[in-house]
């Protein structure tokens, strides 16, 4: 047998037992390792577990943590015994024991008989390595690292910064180009034992024991200075996630792991009673195709991509929305009007006979979500209370709009209503904004408060409506946006109406015959000029006339920002 395992265990012994015992019976000699963390109990189980087995022992237990040294010692402690004890062996193949054979083990020696002198394990230079993960590459190589990244985080940050302010570098021994690659290899007999007993083996152990995750630099930094012939890839097929997290593999992944042709794969489920039962069974050579992991990186750039992008407008437990970087802000297209409800009577309603789409009333409204027909309840148990929608504004539009999908959402906007969404539907090229500037006035006009509260509440919505006005006019916008002042939309409304219907029910061949009521205005300029005389400005409804004829002169066309 030209191959033999080392199987560095820290739980699920009893599937190690199952994979140790598989490559025993097989002919190949196993030298298991086992974290020093794990219980006696546990460790004597295992051990009676494969008891039988003479090709099969155990070397020193170190205590393993994730990219230390311990790692690395663990590995060179069980090398170096594989080796003493089994002089038949010509290749030795690295394993976790979480580690599980896809293809039958004669293959695989036949595979590392024809390639006798060749060395398997990944090994990049640091400039072409794109997945290190924690902001340190180069830098692992020349700072010193004794604080766990994991346990000690805070500590480990604090003397990495430490050392970046003081310009501390550690010189790499002569000879050593630093590497980086999977942990997992399978080198030949003599690059393991060129590494294992080199004369500088101290001072490259001692120099490593600083480095950063040295398990992913060690043996890949010094199989270049002492093999003859390098593959740089693993044989062992390992996924991992845009964190650096390995995937996992289930049950429901069975057909994924054959179609890879690769050797081994890594991290099996423990429970994955099917994935077990087939890879440990005896089975007949089923191919010679050279292993081939990228068949299936298809599949695993999707899956990545569905979890850190998602599906537009769409938040899940795996993808926190974070402001900037959304797949989309909303999953459909909808349309916010604001100071059409100020304007006409029952716009609303209005609205929805001639469009096929869902009209709200004013859906941030400070009393209430005013949804559709009056509802207190909406698709997704989206409730109309004011204090649960303002606790996330932002993801009350996402959910209404995702859960009311394959009907498109209207609602009224207004300066009275919470702004908190501005900049959101701004930049969301899904939204469709319309604005009737200085609406807002129509109501206060007819109101019966007293004229100084009504002068104060005007300029108080006067700056919101400005403020919005401001963003909806800024070079980041990416909705479409229609302005039109009060005085401009009063003076031919029907072909505004029109326009606004038309893009939300593109296919609608009904064109406008009627306008719908507009609220009586009479003696409307004369209210803002005594708006002017009590020292109020108003700035954005337009030109009207004092007295007489309250329908302005011609004005331009509307405002068209996107």
Not at 173 to 192: A, F, K
Request: hydrophobic share 40%; with cysteine.
């Amino acid at each position: 047998m030209t191959v033999g395992f080392i199987m560095m265990c820290h739980t699920a012994l009893d599937r190690a037992a199952q994979v140790a015992r598989y490559w025993a019976s097989h002919g190949a000699p196993v030298v298991v390792h086992v974290d020093a963390r794990v219980p006696a109990q546990d460790f004597d189980a295992l051990g009676r577990a494969l008891a039988d087995l003479d090709s099969v022992s155990f070397c020193t237990r170190f205590k393993c943590d994730w990219g230390t040294w311990s790692l690395v010692q663990a590995a060179q402690t069980g090398a170096t015994q594989l080796l003493a004890r089994h002089p038949e062996v010509g290749h030795v193949f690295l394993a976790s024991g979480a580690c599980l054979p896809l293809r039958p083990l004669h293959e695989l020696a036949d595979y590392l008989t024809a390639r006798p002198n060749t060395d398997f394990i990944e090994s990049v230079t640091t400039a072409e390595v794109g997945w290190t993960v924690g902001g340190i590459d180069m830098e692992r190589f020349t700072l010193r690292f004794p604080f766990s990244w994991k346990k000690r985080r805070r500590l480990f940050d604090a003397y990495v910064d430490f050392q970046r302010r003081i310009g501390f570098k550690r010189k790499i021994p002569g000879g050593i180009v630093p590497h980086l690659g999977s942990q997992w290899w399978c080198l030949s007999r003599p690059t393991l034992t060129a590494i294992l007993q080199a004369p500088d083996r101290p001072q490259h152990d001692r120099y490593f024991k600083r480095v950063w995750i040295p398990d992913e630099s060690y043996f890949q930094s010094l199989a270049r200075i002492y093999a003859t012939n390098i593959e740089s890839r693993s044989l062992t097929l390992s996924k991992f996630d845009y964190q650096g997290k390995p995937h996992i593999f289930y049950d429901d992944h069975l057909q994924l792991l054959r179609r890879s042709d690769c050797f081994v794969a890594r991290k099996i489920w423990p429970k994955a009673e099917k994935l077990y039962a087939t890879f440990l069974s005896d089975r007949p050579a089923e191919s010679l195709a050279e292993p081939n992991p990228s068949k299936i990186d298809r599949l695993f750039s999707k899956a990545v991509e569905r979890r850190t992008r998602g599906r537009p407008g769409l938040y899940m437990q795996s993808r926190f929305p974070r402001q900037d970087h959304e797949n989309g802000k909303t999953s459909a297209q909808y349309s916010i009007l604001q100071g059409f409800s100020d304007l006409f009577e029952n716009f609303e309603g209005w609205l929805a006979k001639y469009v096929g789409a869902r009209v709200h009333g004013h859906l941030f409204g400070p009393d209430r979500a005013a949804f559709s027909g009056g509802e207190t309840m909406f698709n997704g148990c989206l409730s109309d209370s004011a204090a649960l929608r303002d606790y996330n504004p932002r993801g009350f539009l996402t959910n209404l709009i995702w859960n009311g999908r394959g009907e498109r959402q209207c609602f009224m906007f207004s300066p009275r209503d919470t702004q908190d969404i501005n900049w959101f539907t701004a930049t969301d090229p899904n939204a469709q904004i319309s604005v009737i500037s200085g609406a807002w006035a129509v109501p206060l006009f007819h109101s019966q408060m007293d004229f100084s509260e009504i002068r104060r509440e005007a300029a108080r919505l006067q700056q919101i409506e400005i403020e919005h006005l401001n963003i909806l006019r800024s070079m980041y916008v990416k909705a479409r946006v229609r302005i039109w002042t009060m005085a401009e939309f009063i003076e031919n409304p029907m072909e505004p109406l029109q326009m606004i219907i038309d893009e939300i029910s593109p296919r609608a061949t009904r064109r406008l015959t009627e306008a719908p009521q507009m609220i009586d205005l009479t003696g409307f300029g004369q209210f803002l000029q005594n708006l002017k005389n009590q020292g109020m400005q108003p700035r954005l409804m337009g030109d009207f006339p004092v007295a007489g004829d309250t329908v302005p002169p011609p004005r331009r066309r509307p405002y068209l920002v996107k």
